[in-house]
RNA sequence: GGCGACAUAGCCAAGUGGUAAGGCAGAGGACUGCAAAUCCUUUACCCCCGGUUCGAAUCCGGGUGUCGCCUCCA
């Protein structure tokens, strides 16, 4: 058994085999930190997140690299409309990314390198490019040659020709084809900029995750991601310079996350319909937002509603629900032999390996969902019959559920902790009453329990609590 | 115009040759003082037309429709 997953280099679904097994080198392509972070993006990294957690989870070890793009024509822009220096507005979405991608439980890559803290690898890069007769000066800039290239189109599957249809130039550009991409963009005033043989200026944003990727990584990675969009130009244009310079493979798989649209339409700032990760932050919880976009495959397009965010809710919900229940029914467990402990366990093997299937199978996550949606059915039947609860079911299936959720974090797994004096109090005062048939004290209680955020249940196996999780 | 992807129940969504996972919503039932939670039952001519095959949602051809890329964009 072994992973296979979707290149975008050969739109076909192909068995990984990494370079230097177990190693993964990984790169994927970060933000250009000019506003803070939306669904859209939340959506790649997510994905590119469990992917690389779930691999580490096979048994591989990934080094990630993501990087921050501090220095492009939109960063200068804002920076102006901001009336910051262009480094004061990177460091601001800097720290807004990290902090929007933290509370996302988004894990931070191995290393999250600046492109303005590697001008010097850069600039040799381009050295390398320029004395291969790839690259020529013209005015101030530095152009690739992209005809001189064989290969490119290779991985937006399009023939220079047609390519040429669609390209045109900006005014101001030097290029001697329309297909001829910046490398090194000579100084303008007001502008950032660095020494180069070539004069001052600052590296083309292409060029940046080439000189990135290949710094730490190696002139040949495994793995290579992004969003959708990035395949033309920017990942051709990476394939170009990277494997011109060292004529070998840049990057073995390439890996493209699908778009996400709200309400059907393109997120765009002219539809006014972006939604930052703050803002919806203060509507979903993290785990909600997480187990909406694992809900879809990662290449497909998702649309993004309340209402199907909500759906996702309910249906997240039952697996919290699981998982509170298993918690709450450990501490009065013990060594019993109640329910036929062996069948559980092979339901428990039989929902890993589905899971690990859909996984290894383009990382199917809706798939892998199934699985713990089929046996969240079992160990509800499990805590509803066995009493008195075996505490080797109970921990078996919160172990499988931890393990799950160790990749997918769409879950509370600590158990709520015990009541309070307060709230035993009240509880013990219910069942008084409710011994007694007083219905309206039973139920006045419940209500104002409710209130304050704790929501009661009458089991066959007496009183239980939680939190509300709209609370 | 060029390249490509997708089309599965009211909605979301898996499934790439052997008579359709799962979730949400709905209906009925069990349990409950009432709830809540949970469980059980129930809902699919797999866009259309041809073809290959003993057998196709799955492969091939042709339609139709939706979306994307070709220009900054995750």
Redesign the pocket.
């Known amino acids: 058994m072994a992973v296979k997953l ?1 290149n975008t280099l050969t ?1 076909r ?1 192909e068995e990984l085999e990494p370079l230097q097994p177990p190693e993964i080198t990984f790169y994927v ?4 930190v000019y ?1 803070y ?5 939340a ?3 997510i994905i590119f997140d469990v992917i690389r957690r779930y691999l580490n989870y096979r048994g591989y070890r990934v080094r990630l690299i993501q990087n921050y ?1 501090d220095i ?3 960063m200068i822009r804002r920076a102006a409309e901001e009336g910051l220096s262009v480094p004061a507005l990177a460091d601001k979405f800097i720290e807004a990314y990290e902090t929007d991608t933290a509370r996302l439980l988004i894990r931070p890559a191995d290393l999250q390198p600046r492109a303005t803290e590697h001008i010097e690898p850069i600039i040799a890069l381009i050295g390398r490019l320029e004395k291969r007769g790839l690259a020529y000066v013209s005015g101030g800039d530095v152009y690739f040659d992209a005809r001189s290239f064989r290969n490119y189109g290779q991985l ?4 220079t ?8 130039v ?1 005014p101001g550009e030097l290029k001697r084809d ?2 001829d ?1 910046v490398l090194w963009k000579g100084r303008k005033p007001g502008e950032p900029a660095w020494k180069s043989p070539w004069g001052e200026g600052r590296p083309g ?1 292409h060029i940046e995750c080439s000189s990135m990727a290949m710094h730490y990584l190696g002139e040949t990675i495994d793995l290579h991601a ?9 990942h051709e244009n990476e394939i170009a310079q990277s494997t011109g310079a060292t004529g070998k493979t840049f990057a073995r798989y390439w890996l ?7 309400e ?5 700032k002219s539809l006014g319909n972006v939604l930052t990760v703050r803002r919806l932050l203060d509507d979903y919880n993290p785990h909600d937002l997480r187990f ?1 976009i694992l ?9 993004f509603s309340p ?2 965010v ?9 697996l919290q ?2 998982v509170d ?1 298993l918690n709450l029914a450990l501490p009065g467990s013990a060594s019993v032999p109640s329910e036929p402990a062996g069948a559980i366990s092979s339901m428990i093997s039989t929902a890993r390996n ?1 899971f690990i299937e ?1 996984m290894d ?2 990382f ?11 046996l ?6 499990y ?2 019959k066995g009493y008195p609860y075996d505490r080797q079911i109970l921990e078996q299936l919160l172990g499988f559920y931890r393990e799950a959720d160790a990749l997918f974090d769409i879950l509370k797994m600590q158990s709520a902790g015990s009541p309070d004096e307060e709230l035993r109090r009240k509880i013990a005062l ?1 069942e008084e ?2 011994r007694n ?1 007083d ?2 004290t ?2 006045r209680i ?1 209500e104002e329990l409710h209130a304050q955020g704790i ?6 196996h007496g009183v ?1 609590w939680k939190y509300r999780s709209d609370a």
């Open positions: 979707y739109r679904k392509c970060g933000p250009t506003d972070i939306h669904i859209g993006n959506r790649v990294f793009t492009d024509d939109k937006s599957h399009q023939s020709d047609d390519l040429l249809a669609g390209a045109r900006e329309p297909l991409f944003w992004g969003g959708a969009d990035l395949i033309f130009p920017h493209h996350a699908g778009y996400l649209n709200i059907e339409q393109k997120m765009s909406f809900s879809a495959h990662y290449r497909s397009p998702l649309n209402e199907l909500a759906g996702a809710r309910t249906g997240r919900e039952r629900e699981l229940n589905r859909a199978d383009d199917n996550t809706a798939g892998a969902l199934g699985a713990l949606f089929e969240a059915r079992e160990g509800n039947i805590l509803q219910r009453a409710r048939k219905w309206s039973a139920d419940r929501i009661l249940e009458d089991t066959p239980r």
